[in-house]
Nanobody, 127 residues
C-alpha cells in the first residue's frame, strides 16, 4: 500500500515562494499518477496540478496557477513536489497530495479519481 505524507506548508507573504513535498511509502512513482489539490472552507476541493508518465511526462496545471507553480517528482526519493512561486492571497488553502496507480494523459489527470491522499498541509499567503 502506498501512503502519502505532505510537508512544506506555512505562512508566506504575497510574492513569496514555498515548496510542498509529498513522500510516499511503498512502490515507486513511475507507475503512478501524482496530483496536488487544494481546499478552502466552504468550497470544493480544487485541482491544482498533476503528473503522470506515458512515453514522456504528462503534466497539467489549473489555469489559476499556470506559470507560477511547478510539479515534479524524484522517483529515487519517492517524493513529489509542488514548487509555488509568486504566491497570492487567493492561493491560501489546505493543500493535499494524491496518487493513483496507472498511466494517464493530461486530459484524464484533472478528473481522475485519486485513491490515495495525504493528510493536507496549510498554506497561508498574507497580503
Amino acid at each position: 500500500q502506498v501512503q502519502l505524507s505532505e510537508s512544506g506548508g506555512g505562512l508566506v507573504q504575497a510574492g513569496g515562494s514555498l515548496r510542498l513535498s509529498c513522500a510516499a511509502s511503498g512502490r515507486t512513482f513511475s507507475s503512478f499518477a501524482m496530483g496536488w489539490f487544494r481546499q478552502t472552507p466552504g468550497k470544493e476541493r480544487e485541482f491544482v496540478a498533476a503528473l503522470s508518465w506515458i512515453a514522456w511526462p504528462q503534466i497539467v496545471y489549473a489555469e489559476s496557477v499556470k506559470g507560477r507553480f511547478t510539479i515534479s517528482s524524484d522517483d529515487g526519493k519517492r517524493t513529489f513536489y509542488l514548487q509555488m512561486n509568486s504566491l497570492i492571497p487567493e492561493d491560501t488553502a489546505v493543500y493535499y497530495c494524491a496518487a493513483r496507480e496507472g498511466r494517464y494523459s493530461t486530459d484524464q489527470l484533472p478528473r481522475l479519481e485519486y485513491d490515495r491522499w495525504g493528510q493536507g498541509t496549510q498554506v497561508t499567503v498574507s497580503s
